[in-house]
């Protein structure tokens, strides 16, 4: 059974930051087989990707809000992806969650997704 356990989040003031973590477990493939994407949503607003990373060649990808603040990385030997946060602002609080798709390829499209965790609050306060 895959699972997907964030940690990190937490409340943080403006100009902060924060390193959240997404550890995957009981995946059938190897962890390269995966690409691995953070998405975030907030209160009254729909679910919108924040970053992803194909974990066989290491590309990443970023949206536009976060680019040049957030950096996306991944551990393979621990089986984990990072998403360190910078530069935090008060429109960046929101729930975080990471989910994985077996694909080497990363999408920026929540519904490409296949497993999903149970999500990590970030609060930035003004």
């Known amino acids: 059974e895959v699972q997907l356990v964030e940690s990190g989040g937490g409340l943080v003031q403006t100009g902060g930051s924060l390193r959240l973590s997404c550890a995957a477990s009981?995946?059938?493939?190897?962890?390269?087989?995966?690409?691995i994407g953070w998405f975030r949503q907030a209160p009254g607003k729909e679910r919108e990707g924040v970053s992803c990373i194909n974990n066989s060649k290491g590309k990443t990808h970023y949206a536009d809000s976060v680019k040049g603040r957030f950096t996306i990385s991944s551990d393979k030997a621990k089986n984990t992806v990072y998403l360190q946060m910078n530069s935090l602002k008060p429109e960046d609080t929101a729930v975080y969650y990471c989910?994985?798709?077996?694909?080497?390829?990363?999408?920026?499209?929540?519904?490409?997704?296949?497993?999903w965790g149970q999500g990590t609050q970030v609060t930035v306060s003004s």
């Open positions: 989910a994985a798709r077996n694909s080497i390829r990363y999408s920026a499209y929540d519904l490409d997704y296949d497993y």
């Open positions: 009981g995946f059938t493939f190897a962890f390269d087989d995966y690409a």
